[in-house]
T-cell receptor
Framework: KQEVTQIPAALSVPEGENLVLNCSFT??????LQWFRQDPGKGLTSLLL?????REQTSGRLNASLDKSSGRSTLYIAASQPGDSATYLC????????FGQGTTLQVKP | GAVVSQHPSRVICKSGTSVKIECRSL??????MFWYRQFPKKSLMLMAT?????????EQGVEKDKFLINHASLTLSTLTVTSAHPEDSSFYIC??????????FGSGTQLSVL
């Protein structure tokens, strides 16, 4: 059974701190891996997509890496801001998306 | 950028009624759309894959007669929850597949069945 695990489940940090969210998956036969942001009661916003042939992607203060051999991906958020508070989901695509349960981030002013 | 519109955002209905949720890709054609369900504080679970012009493919454990999916055009897929019951109350999200396998998500529908 394909599984995606996200650690930690919840994280609270002071504003300005750099942080890393972790995602591990059991199936290395993936097309790509995506990181999403979900605000309470809302849909998903795609943050970064890493193709299976790539190792990282960057967008602004966000950097995502992919290591297929170890089945891991990380999302690095630099200089966190209160507006970054949300749930972050990773999902790997094997033809359909398998989601992790998310990391709920709270950035305190 | 690509936009997916999902409507309604919130619906409250009586037990036994049917509810239709629409998912539209506004500025691109989507031959494939996906429907997810999310329970509170849980991850999204794929319910079914909707392909334009053909029958949807349902995930194991999802009742196809309960959750009717229609994908009649390249920009519209609908999910109908038939004879809704309180246990069907959930957050439903659709997504449409764009270029490079990237998925674009609707804003979700919160269904509450009384």
């Amino acid at each position: 059974k394909q599984e995606v695990t996200q650690i930690p489940a919840a994280l609270s940090v002071p504003e300005g701190e750099n942080l890393v969210l972790n995602c591990s998956f059991t199936d290395s036969a993936i097309y790509n891996l995506q990181w999403f942001r979900q605000d309470p009661g809302k849909g998903l916003t795609s943050l970064l997509l890493i193709q299976s042939s790539q190792r990282e992607q960057t967008s602004g203060r966000l950097n995502a890496s992919l290591d297929k051999s170890s089945g891991r991906s990380t999302l690095y958020i630099a200089a966190s801001q209160p507006g970054d508070s949300a749930t972050y989901l990773c999902a790997f695509n094997t033809g359909k998306l398998i989601f992790g349960q998310g990391t709920t981030l709270q950035v305190k002013p | 950028g690509a936009v997916v519109s999902q409507h309604p955002s919130r619906v409250i209905c009586k037990s036994g009624t049917s509810v239709k949720i629409e998912c539209r890709s506004l500025d691109f054609q989507a031959t494939t759309m996906f429907w997810y369900r999310q329970f509170p504080k849980k991850s999204l679970m794929l319910m079914a894959t909707s392909n334009e012009g053909s029958k949807a493919t349902y995930e194991q454990g999802v009742e196809k007669d309960k959750f009717l999916i229609n994908h009649a055009s390249l920009t519209l897929s609908t999910l109908t929850v038939t004879s809704a019951h309180p246990e069907d109350s959930s957050f439903y999200i659709c997504s449409a597949r764009g270029r490079a396998e990237k998925l674009f998500f609707g804003s979700g529908t919160q269904l509450s069945v009384l």
